[in-house]
C-alpha cells in the first residue's frame, strides 16, 4: 500500500522464527514485488538490537491480536521506549495500553494493512516537535514507573498479601 502510494519506505526485520513462516513471508515479498523494500537481517545478538532501534525511523511491533497477545508485553517495547526512537504498535490490549497510557507513539488496528499503512504515512508526516513529544513520554515513563525498582516493589507486596 505504501509503495503503491509513492511512499518510499524500507522494512528491515530483525530476528528469527517458524522457517515455514519465515519463507511465507518471503514468498509475499516476493508476489508483492517487495524485494527491494523488505530486508530480513535475521537473529541479531541482544547487545546488538539497541543499535537497530536508535537507527530505526520508526520501531514496529505488529503483533497479530490473539489470547496471548493480549495478555503480554514483549520487552522490545521497553527497549524502544528506552532507545528515544518512535514506536509503531498493533493493537493488543498491553501494547495499546502502555503506548496510549503515556501518549508515547502510535497504534494501529491489528492485522489491518491499511490502518498500518496510514499510520505510517501519520509518523512520517508528523513534526519532529510531536516525535520528541511522543519518545520523550515513553522514556520518561519508562523510567519513572516502568523499571524494576518500582516494578518489583509492587511484586513484593502481592506475595506480602497472600
Known amino acids: ?7 518510499k519506505v524500507q522494512f528491515i526485520v530483525l530476528g528469527s522464527g517458524n522457517p515455514t513462516y519465515i519463507q511465507g513471508l518471503h514468498d509475499q ?23 537497530y532501534m536508535k537507527k ?10 490473539n489470547g496471548h497477545t493480549d495478555y503480554t508485553i514483549p520487552h522490545k517495547l521497553f527497549q524502544i521506549f528506552l532507545s528515544k526512537r518512535p514506536v509503531l504498535v498493533s ?16 497504534v494501529f488496528e491489528a492485522s489491518n494493512a491499511e490502518d498500518f499503512a496510514n499510520k505510517v504515512v501519520e509518523v512520517m508526516e508528523s513534526s519532529n516537535a510531536e516525535i520528541v513529544k511522543k519518545t520523550e513520554n515513553s522514556f520518561n515513563k519508562a523510567m519513572e514507573d516502568w523499571n524494576w525498582e518500582n516494578e518489583g516493589d509492587k511484586l513484593i507486596s502481592f506475595y506480602e498479601e497472600l
Open 1 to 7: 500500500l505504501l509503495k503503491e502510494d509513492g511512499r
Open 29 to 51: 515479498i516476493a508476489e508483492n514485488k517487495l524485494n527491494d523494500e523488505v530486508h530480513f537481517l535475521g537473529y541479531k545478538p541482544f547487545e546488538k538490537i539497541n543499535y
Open 56 to 65: 530505526a525511523g520508526l520501531n514496529v511491533i505488529p503483533h497479530v491480536k
Open 91 to 106: 493493537s493488543c490490549k498491553p501494547l495499546k495500553r502502555m503506548v496510549d497510557t503515556c501518549d508515547g507513539g502510535w
